[in-house]
């Protein structure tokens, strides 16, 4: 159990049966009546937002969560299918359950999937990953890091603003949270 006093953010709690993560936490202490919370939650399911109030004196469960390392094999009609690493078993999710991470998933990359009652619900994708352009207009010598940007498509699929310098084929480093460049791989 865990206190609304000491909700903070990067907790993960369970509100009505399904795990949340709190975006954001704001202690309110008024001069009259109890103190509350305001807290952002993110569905751990569905990605999907939601506000709540909570009174300080509440108590929120912890969500059943377990975190197992896999390795990504392929994708197939809408399923993207991955290798338990300590026991080779195979299991599959949903495009729907990924959301945009599909984006950033390469063959062979593990990964952690994240279980809630032992049902698979998401992904969890390193910060970074290297990706390849495969289709961008080309660049012009003299085109420095800081003139501008053009959409690049990289080889998941995943369309990301780069300088104008970079052309096909040249491999870069992507902020899995934003989807922004980071820089060029050599």
């Known amino acids: 159990m865990i206190s609304v006093g000491d909700l903070r953010g990067g907790n993960k709690v369970e509100l009505d049966g399904e795990p949340y993560i709190v975006v954001e936490a704001q202690h309110v202490k008024p001069g009259k009546g109890g103190a509350f919370c305001r807290t952002k939650l993110k569905s751990l399911k569905s990605g999907n937002i939601l506000e709540r109030t909570l009174r300080v004196g509440e108590k929120l469960d912890e969500p059943n969560l377990e975190e197992k390392e896999v390795q990504y094999l392929y994708c ?42 032992d049902n698979p619900i998401g992904i969890d994708l390193p910060l970074f990953v290297e990706l390849k352009i495969v289709k961008t207009d080309p660049g012009i010598r003299g085109d420095t890091a800081t003139g501008g940007s053009k959409p690049a498509v990289l080889e998941t699929g995943a369309v990301v603003k780069v300088p104008l310098y970079l052309n096909e084929g040249d491999s870069i480093k992507v902020d899995t949270r934003t989807g922004e460049f980071i820089e060029r791989v050599r």
């Open 76 to 117: 197939a009609e809408g399923q993207y299918y991955f290798m338990e690493v300590n026991t080779f078993e195979q299991l599959f999710l949903r495009e729907n359950q990924l959301g945009e991470s599909k984006n950033y998933l390469k063959e062979n990359m593990v990964l952690n999937i994240l279980y809630f009652n």
